[in-house]
């Protein structure tokens, strides 16, 4: 399996370690076609192809891991490099390895006090100084790496983020801040599912579009402005998708399965929509016009 370096996600996780919003712009770039994640498929229905559905655990575990690699080769690096700044001036070893402790303490801490907020999605107002779902989405190129090591399907990944990251949003979402809301569902959605899911929002006054693709869904976010997102779509596009756009507008993913294979009579959870619907509208003061 080929595996392809994607340069818009690596600059967003420089970006994000240094407290830069690079994805402010990217409505107005040119997005992806409906299928384009999907070039590389070999027509082949492999479990993740139909339903990569995992819990939040896969993603948090790759997170955490790479985290301690990273850390290790923090010090491992530290250890080596010591002996030359001793050769500068003698308290230079042990300010770095201070240094170094501290770094590692506090970013342990946030990291912990963000699993914890994730899995039990309450807040924990004060701690953290941004967004705990820019914590996410800055751990997912080392938890992709990882997982291509281990030889993890990228879409159970994609899957774990998407559920993370919409545990990380709504852990922060305060009561009747959300204001309008827009429902984005895919072209490939199976007749019935999509019947269903167009009911569920007109019972609940909320905006839905059909997008074709990944540009098309940035035309719609421009024209209708909203506060936040729900996307339905695969794991490869619900992933670029927040990439894209989640420093700037809030987006929650809900994955579809594919038991046709991509991008042909798909569904999703309607209850995990139904759920994500709610959550919004009780938090809305005024309805959609």
């Not at 309450?122 to 701690?127: D, E, I, Q, S």
């Not at 009579?265 to 309607?270: C, E, K």
Request: aromatic share 8%.
């Amino acid at each position: 399996m080929k595996y392809y370096v994607n340069l818009h996600e690596t600059l967003d996780w420089f970006g994000i370690a240094m407290g830069k919003n690079i994805s402010r712009n990217r409505l107005t770039e040119p997005g992806p076609f409906l299928g384009d994640a999907w070039k590389d498929w070999k027509g082949r229905l492999t479990a993740p192809e139909v339903d990569a559905d995992s819990g939040k655990g896969l993603f948090l575990s790759l997170s955490a891991s790479a985290l301690c690699l990273l850390c290790a080769a923090s010090y491992m690096l530290l250890y080596l490099v010591s002996p030359r700044l001793g050769q500068f001036h003698e308290t230079l070893p042990r300010a770095s390895m201070t240094i170094t402790n501290l770094f590692w303490i506090l970013t342990g801490l946030a990291c912990l006090i963000f699993m914890i907020r994730v899995s039990t999605m309450r807040k924990t107002a004060g701690f953290f100084p941004f967004f705990p779902e820019s914590l996410a989405r800055a751990f997912l190129p080392p938890a992709r790496f990882l997982a291509r090591l281990l030889g993890i399907s990228q879409d159970r990944v994609g899957n774990s983020f998407v559920k993370v990251h919409n545990a990380a949003l709504m852990s922060r979402i305060d009561p009747g801040k959300i204001g309008k809301v827009l429902v984005l569902l895919p072209r490939c959605l199976e007749k019935p599912v999509r019947e269903s899911v167009i009911r569920l929002c007109e019972n609940r006054n909320i905006p839905y579009r059909i997008a074709e693709g990944g540009e098309k869904a940035r035309d719609w976010i421009r024209r209708i402005e909203p506060h936040s997102v729900i996307a339905a779509a695969c794991e490869r596009d619900l992933v670029g998708g927040i990439l894209d756009i989640s420093g700037r507008i809030p987006v929650i993913g809900i994955p579809n399965a594919r038991p046709q294979g991509p991008c042909k009579n798909t569904v999703l959870d309607l209850d995990e929509l139904e759920r994500a619907l709610d959550a919004l509208s009780e938090r809305r003061k005024t309805p959609n016009p």
